[in-house]
């Protein structure tokens, strides 16, 4: 009876360690999937946020874009307004702003604006802004009733934009790029690039 007794618990603790064994295998196939989706979860919950803000400024800045209207200083109040509404979001992660001129409330940015390197612009057309140029301060952007050549706004001159309601105001939008860093360096790469735009029509004058 001892013998058998003594065989039945040999069995027993093989086959409670067989099934250990076997829950450690399963554990480590599957943790391996269940820190991608947690790593992943996060990732897209930060990016998310950073897509919430970037909107949320962009909306802001071409609001004041739109008020401004032909005001010398309306880019200035732009980069200021997108600034602001940035304040915890670090600026080196910040691209490019271009400041366009759109055809409707839904243009895309000019491929030519888009190509431009560095601060610039094209003519007529846009202005394009650095992180740097958001600091920038008021008097650098020289001229009172019109752009000087030195003036990073010089390219699409607020004085020049249409905002008389007879002739049919312009449409002003506000693009940007950011840049969002991957924290748990799981996925390939460094990080994903975000974009997004803002267009509202200059408020109407009757001259």
Do not use: H
């Amino acid at each position: 009876m001892r013998a058998i007794a003594a065989l039945r618990r040999r069995l027993r603790d093989a086959d409670g360690n067989r099934q250990r064994g076997a829950v450690l295998v399963e554990f480590a196939i599957i943790a391996p999937v269940l820190v991608l989706i947690v790593a992943a979860i996060f990732e897209f919950g930060l990016a998310f946020r950073d897509s919430m803000t970037l909107s949320n400024a962009l909306r802001s800045g071409a609001r004041v874009g739109s008020n401004a209207g032909r005001e010398r200083a309306a880019d200035y109040t732009i980069l200021k307004s997108v600034e602001a509404a940035m304040t915890e979001f670090p600026t080196a992660r910040v691209e490019r702003i271009i400041v366009y001129k759109a055809s409707t409330a839904d243009s895309a940015v000019p491929s030519a604006c888009l190509a431009v390197a560095g601060s610039g612009g094209v003519n007529g057309s846009c202005n394009v802004y650095l992180a740097s140029d958001m600091a920038r301060p008021l008097s650098d952007f020289t001229g009172t009733t019109s752009c000087t050549g030195s003036s990073p706004d010089r390219y699409w001159c607020p004085t020049t934009r249409q905002n008389q309601q007879a002739l049919g105001a312009d449409y002003l939008g506000v693009w940007m790029r950011i840049r969002y860093d991957y924290v748990t360096n799981v996925f390939p790469g460094t990080g994903i690039t975000i974009r997004d735009r803002a267009i509202m029509r200059l408020e109407p004058r009757l001259t």
